[in-house]
């Protein structure tokens, strides 16, 4: 796959869908539907996506799409491709159908957690995608479990006496793998080749598998709409992001940086990190956790 | 006129797939796209990264921005590699 | 006649109607249901889908995705695990799913409570769901047809109320249907929209805003009360095939009674007893038992009850601070036209005997106070 081909591949996500100017899922959404080219029906949990994409009367959605409510894509999901076996035992469908649920970090790492583990451990034949932007953001920048220690919402709000969220960010990549499902991925919007191939292999995959996607929000992150993409290409280059995948029981890294950049450039990018930038040993402090993360992934990309 | 409860599908289901496009998000836009066509090499990755899916193809070229989506994020001027995409104060909006 | 449970009845009829998907979760009372449902696909008896979820919740949500993708599909549960579904039954209304359950009657917590009352199908009366409640396990496995066929009529879902323990755990004698029959009567289920139509991509579960949202649920609201002449029609069929009448109230020794009972599920069984050995003593007492709660049959409560002196509406349930339920209901019927009673009876559970039944019935023979509440120590 390159941009050319990716350009031209079939959509399944149409304009006039009311996202905010540079918003990361867009591009996201697009690049995963095209890397398969059965039909998909798509069970998405409220939020941003949902919610931009489906003001009545009009869908962006060029594919079948159902949403249900805030944690529960993936039971929703379990409900349909089992409607699809059942049909399919019978002989009354042929075709091959991939199922793809969708949430953000709230409908994922938080409200939606049971459902995903239940679905997972299930073994229903679906892909995950997680579009993680770090906070509750349909509702207006609230903390959830994935949003990075130190950073400023709504309700972590910096202050005298505070500088943000104090936990660290839930490891969604663990948790699932830890279902023993045979593919999960995590990505990033600015490698939508690597997202592609990613997405291909996830759709291929027996059983359930899961993308976890950084998923860049100028609202929320309060950053320029341009440099979306720009940015989730730094959040790999300091390691905040690692890009890596785990296959049938091996983690295979996708990308390391010659020489990784440190945690700052990352944050000052963004105005939801501006009151760090200050804090020497707090950036201390993340980066030493970044630093100690990145090794400990270095270390089970090695074995054997 | 907006339909009333007889005339529209049960359950709110939307029996139009992808009809989002008669809904027009380009009178968001503060800044407008212009491509400089000496400088662009029809890589299209600014296709892949535009949000709105507005940079149109035309037998695998770069044909235009369709300006009826484009909210002006600028995505598009920032990822071009060869810096042949200018965001440029679009005249019709109202500021 | 065949010996069955309420619950095994509930299992039985969803193994002749055979749906392609059935989601579950255990609670006692309902997990007999499942439990048997299990035995049934082990045993390849059905060809159905069942998809053992991780909580309530996903059973409902896992049932609107089936039913979504153009199939049967079906679950049950009690107490809690209604209170848990309760945020995905109106998406399952609201998006005119036709998502058929058995509701095993059981108290909410707190106090936790396994045993019987309404609480927690009166609880998601105004949810948008078809209710049909049944005395015995005769009723909840023809109520269970019934509900199907009346779901998928007006497109609207459906569950089917029985007593935990009292009728689920109950052997009791019953009538069953041969499989053709029942094949038959149902029909195909063939909705217009569905997931897996991939000619017409559809979008289910939009967000509407102040523009739709009213027209969207004023259709419900219509196809909701459209249910109660549906109903009849789907009765009717239902009697060529079985010869067993129903309709969406059951008359009792009412014809001529002065003093009637309002009840639903199986206290109307000891109701019924008790009518029999007051009328021995020449007393004009009957009964007016509820099946179909909601659509609510308010014409058929008033023709029923307006010629009698005293009504007496008892509810297994509680409205903390307002009038239950069922007395709400008779209430509306019958406007300012009569003095009506209300009592309370069985929470979680709690006996009620027959002479409870006779008292009441004697308070108002006698023109006494009625106490609200009956088998609650004062």
């Known amino acids: 796959m390159n941009f050319k081909e990716l350009a031209m591949a079939s959509n399944k996500l149409a304009s006039g869908h009311r996202s905010c100017a540079g918003c990361g899922f867009p591009s996201i959404v697009r690049t995963v539907m095209k890397a398969t080219k059965k039909q998909i029906i798509v069970s998405c949990a409220t939020g941003c996506l949902e919610v931009t994409t489906t003001i009545y009367p009009y869908t962006s959605w060029l594919t079948p799409f159902i949403h249900n409510a805030f944690e529960n894509a993936s039971a929703t999901i379990s409900g349909v491709e089992a409607a699809y076996k059942a049909l399919k035992k019978k002989g009354k469908l042929r075709k091959d159908v991939k199922f793809l649920a969708i949430g953000g970090d709230g409908g994922t790492y938080d409200i939606g957690l049971q459902s995903l583990s239940g679905a997972l451990e299930r073994g229903q034949n679906f892909v995950y995608l997680c579009y993680d932007n770090e906070a509750y953001m349909n509702t207006g920048v609230q903390r959830s479990s994935a949003t990075p220690r130190g950073a400023n919402t709504t309700t972590t709000p910096a202050g005298k006496a505070s500088f943000g969220k104090l936990e660290w960010k839930k490891e969604l990549m663990q948790i699932a793998i830890a279902h023993g499902i045979n593919y999960a991925a995590q990505a990033s919007p600015h490698n939508l080749i690597d997202l592609y191939n990613k997405a291909e292999k996830a759709f291929n995959t027996k059983g359930p598998s899961i993308l976890v996607v950084l998923s860049p929000c100028p609202l929320g992150w309060k950053s320029n709409t341009n440099m979306s993409v720009q940015i989730a290409k730094l959040a790999a280059e300091t390691n905040f992001w690692p890009l890596y995948e785990y296959e049938n029981g091996k983690y295979v890294l996708n990308y390391e940086p010659a020489k990784r950049k440190p945690i700052i450039e990352f944050f000052k990018t963004q105005g939801r990190f501006k009151h760090l930038l200050k804090n020497k040993k707090l950036l201390e402090e993340i980066q030493g956790k970044v630093d100690e993360k990145w090794s400990k992934l270095k270390k089970l990309c090695e074995e054997k | 006129m907006k339909k009333n409860y007889k005339q529209i599908p049960i359950g709110g289901m939307i029996t139009k797939a992808g009809n989002s496009e008669e809904y027009k998000t380009g009178d968001w836009k503060s800044f ?63 500021l | 006649m065949t010996e069955l449970t309420g619950a095994q009845a509930a299992s039985f009829a969803m193994k002749q109607i055979n749906p392609e998907v059935v989601s579950a979760f255990p609670i006692t009372p309902q997990t007999e249901i499942m439990m048997d449902f299990a035995q049934f696909v082990a045993d390849g008896d059905v060809n159905t889908e069942f998809v053992l979820v991780e909580s309530e919740h996903s059973a409902m949500s896992s049932a609107v995705g089936a039913s979504a993708a153009g199939v049967r599909s079906m679950t049950a549960t009690s107490s809690a695990g209604l209170a848990l579904m309760f945020e995905i039954l109106g998406v399952a209304s609201g998006s005119r799913l036709p998502v058929v359950m058995n509701v095993v009657n059981r108290a909410l917590s707190a106090p936790i409570n396994i045993h019987c009352d309404h609480s927690d199908s009166m609880d998601c009366r105004d949810i948008g769901w078809i209710q049909l409640y049944s005395e015995d396990a005769q009723e909840v496995y023809d109520n269970t047809f019934i509900g199907l066929k009346l779901a998928e009529r007006v497109k609207l879902p459906a569950m089917i109320m029985q007593d935990g323990f009292i009728n689920s755990h109950c052997l009791q004698n019953i009538k069953l249907l041969k499989d053709a029959e029942i094949k038959n009567f149902i029909g195909k289920f063939k909705p217009k929209q569905s997931l897996l139509n991939f000619k017409k991509p559809v979008t289910i579960g939009p967000l509407e805003l102040f523009d739709y949202y009213f027209e969207t649920k004023r259709q419900e609201s219509e196809a909701m009360i459209s249910a109660l002449e549906d109903y009849k029609i789907v009765c009717k069929s239902f009697e060529k095939m079985s010869s067993r009448k129903y309709s969406a109230v059951e008359k009792y020794k009412l014809k001529d009674a002065d003093y009637a009972i309002v009840a639903l599920n199986s206290v109307c069984g000891a109701v019924k007893d008790v009518v029999d050995e007051l009328r021995i003593n020449g007393e004009k007492v009957g009964l007016l038992k509820i099946r179909l709660f909601r659509p609510f049959p308010y014409d058929d409560v008033l023709n029923a009850l307006k010629h009698c002196k005293r009504i007496t509406v008892m509810d297994r349930s509680e409205s903390f601070g307002a009038n239950p339920p069922i007395m709400s209901e008779v209430v509306n019927s019958l406007k300012n036209a009569k003095k009506i009673n209300s009592v309370i009876f069985g929470l979680g559970g709690r006996e009620i005997f027959e002479d409870d039944i006779k008292n009441i019935y004697y308070n108002m023979i006698k023109n006494k106070k009625q106490e609200r509440y009956v088998g609650c120590r004062e």
């Open chain 2, 32 to 94: 407008k796209p212009e491509r400089d066509e000496k400088k662009c090499t029809n890589c299209l990755i600014c296709v892949n990264y535009c949000p709105e899916n507005c940079i149109k193809v035309k037998n695998g070229k770069l044909n235009h921005f369709d300006l009826d989506y484009c909210k002006g994020c600028g995505i598009c001027a920032t990822e071009c590699p060869f810096k042949a995409i200018v965001m440029e104060l679009d005249t019709e909006c109202e």
